[in-house]
């Protein structure tokens, strides 16, 4: 690919149908993403510890190559690796440290993944999870990752923890 | 957090706002993810193997910490990535093997970060980037990540390569 | 620490004792690292793309907090994983491109661990492993690694694969 | 490679010279493996967040395809990366939360490494730091990792800290 090429391909993807989803984009809520990715997500199993959903791989999130997307599979990483620190009775705060990912087969359009997520670790700092994604129909293994996530305990930020929250500077 | 909240952040969010953008999510084309994410990126720099690019943090990519999403931090390593790969003259396809970020500050709604991605190294099968995300003010780094990613070569898929793509596991 | 001090315990350790061990060091023989971290290992299952170990952390591979040296598991992460890739088939050959580790627990002198290596996925030129480190009394997580290796295939190298190798240059 | 071979490798290597380096590992003194890997390293600048080293590779440390082994690399990751998070002044303790590296180019045997260490980021709990190898003589990178380090800070373990030190489990 030459340079111009690439340029072109990160400032504005591929032509008209681009630009008219520039204008959908620049009008999307506050903190769209979250739900962008999880929308119809579906919870089968949660126990302290361990978390296991169903997802139904949808059109919006493909790559060009029309399978899940990676950067897809990375937020689900974050987002269902939080939950799963969340059902230990941690609280829903705490920041991201490291998320990895390693990508093992393509999950396609409609096709059903099951996600399961396993806690590793919740101690009073360090937070760390495991995070799987599986062909529902054969187990087959499409991605693995692990969370690390920073867990700033109460009696650090004092009683004005839950109102007013730590910010990340002071969580850390 | 108790199980059942868990439950409802991972399938609802929070509320009637979610309700909302539920339709407005199922409605959106195929693929979107992509611009999604990368909407307003500009590309400052590019030559082969180094790429600078300015991104103003969008509200839609904030999470609940009114930060950027380490979702959308993990997809930027991924896109950016690629394109430095392709800086090279690597072939605009390939998938992703692995992704690493870790996170060491936030950077808020309308700030101006700077993304600088570098080819580690591009061989005949393998692809390795680093891609570091600073604020543009100070300097400060606010996430630094790793994107490897197996390049298949022309001669493994035959001919017919460019036309018809080779799928993800004929490519691995 | 200041930066005196630092460079001390880089390149000189701690006093006398480490005089002592740099003669010894230097009489070591010609690929002693393997030897050296796996010495008295015990396989306890071996299965196409599973793997389980036992091992008692000798004294030799303690950190200066008297538990098995971080350095030590991402080696074992290295070595067991590459073992459990060999056990589906694949060929004694290949190169790391990739070893993470999250470590979780400590592992103190002769405590028993039990090391478990599982194939994520072989395929033609990529293979991924998880490994997992557990105290064999209680079954705690010490640590959770994976380790990617690039598999090169003797097409690609030719019949002289199996008697000459192809260096690292040339399979990848 | 069948099953039996794969164990005998893992439990005994590959012979005659397997037995006898059995005696001498057995004799070697208490935390003997930092001073193994690092033995003849030479710190070449040293500032507050940012480390220089030179190492030439010795043959102990080779692989069997007889370049410096993946997890000496990874070990000195740890190891460099530890000390250059001490040069900000953070004090010589702390535990490994999670290393990576990739792995892009050969080193071999008596070829000479430079190995750079820049801090990311130090805060009050968390510090991240990346970790380069290149060969001296062209630059090329060698290898690329990050260390994450979990730092307990004095007042969490109170004034007997620095005489007594924080376990792991207190410390985390």
């Given at each position: 690919?030459?340079?111009?090429?690439?340029?072109?391909?990160?400032e504005?993807g591929g032509?008209?149908?681009e630009?008219?989803?520039a204008?959908?984009?620049?009008?999307?809520?506050?903190?769209f993403f979250?739900?962008?990715?999880?929308?119809?997500?579906?919870?089968?199993?949660?126990?302290?510890g361990?978390?296991i959903?169903?997802f139904?791989?949808?059109?919006?999130?493909?790559?060009?190559?029309?399978?899940?997307?990676?950067?897809a599979?990375?937020?689900?990483?974050?987002?269902?690796?939080?939950a799963?620190?969340?059902?230990?009775?941690?609280?829903?705060?705490?920041v991201?440290?490291?998320i990895?990912?390693?990508?093992l087969d393509?999950?396609?359009?409609?096709?059903?993944?099951?996600?399961?997520?396993?806690?590793?670790?919740?101690?009073?700092?360090?937070?760390?999870?495991?995070?799987?994604?599986?062909?529902?129909?054969?187990?087959k293994?499409?991605?693995?990752?692990?969370?690390?996530k920073?867990?700033?305990?109460?009696?650090?930020?004092?009683?004005?923890?839950?109102?007013?929250?730590c910010?990340?500077?002071?969580?850390q």
């Amino acid at each position: 690919m030459d340079l111009e090429s690439v340029r072109r391909y990160l400032e504005k993807g591929g032509g008209e149908e681009e630009d008219r989803n520039a204008s959908t984009i620049n009008g999307l809520p506050l903190r769209f993403f979250e739900r962008f990715i999880m929308q119809d997500l579906r919870v089968d199993l949660i126990e302290p510890g361990r978390l296991i959903c169903t997802f139904k791989v949808p059109q919006r999130l493909l790559n060009t190559g029309n399978f899940l997307h990676g950067g897809a599979t990375a937020t689900l990483v974050d987002l269902v690796g939080s939950a799963v620190i969340f059902s230990v009775g941690a609280p829903a705060t705490g920041v991201s440290v490291e998320i990895n990912v390693s990508y093992l087969d393509a999950a396609y359009a409609d096709e059903e993944i099951e996600i399961e997520a396993r806690v590793l670790r919740v101690g009073k700092a360090i937070g760390v999870v495991s995070v799987e994604f599986r062909k529902k129909e054969t187990g087959k293994i499409i991605a693995q990752g692990r969370h690390t996530k920073y867990l700033p305990v109460a009696n650090k930020c004092g009683t004005s923890f839950d109102q007013n929250g730590c910010n990340w500077r002071h969580q850390q």
